[in-house]
């Protein structure tokens, strides 16, 4: 079983930045994909981006260009670096990890963008 604990969400302007982390433990070493996915009010869990262990990467059109997905695999830590963030990406930020065909989840974190 893997246990996944976000931080580094919070409020910010529009066009500002921020940097989620996500910290994978347990059994940690044999995951294959970890992600960022995030859930609106009313609305549906939606992919953000993905990073494979050999660091292949796939992103929402909504935020090519503007986020970055990275890992750490000796950390067992994946991050989001948001930038010029937009009112709309104002959601509930979840990582998520795949270990064997099975998926665990975080307990999300709160990214507001607002002035």
């Known amino acids: 079983q893997v246990q996944l604990v976000e931080s580094g969400g919070g409020l910010v302007q529009p066009g500002g930045s921020l940097r989620l982390s996500c910290v994978a433990s347990?059994?940690?070493?044999?995951?294959?994909?970890m992600g960022w996915y995030r859930q609106a009010p009313g609305k549906q869990r939606d992919l953000v981006a993905r990073?494979?262990?050999?660091?292949?990467?796939n992103y929402a059109d909504s935020v090519k260009g503007r986020f970055t997905i990275s890992r750490d695999n000796a950390k067992n830590t994946v991050y989001l670096q948001m930038d010029s963030l937009k009112p709309e990406d104002t959601a509930v930020y979840y990582c998520?990890?795949?270990?064997?065909?099975?998926?665990?989840w975080g307990q999300g974190t709160q990214v507001t963008v607002s002035s």
């Open positions: 998520k990890a795949d270990r064997f065909g099975i998926s665990s």
């Open positions: 347990g059994s940690g070493f044999s995951i294959n994909v």
């Open positions: 990073i494979t262990r050999n660091g292949d990467t």
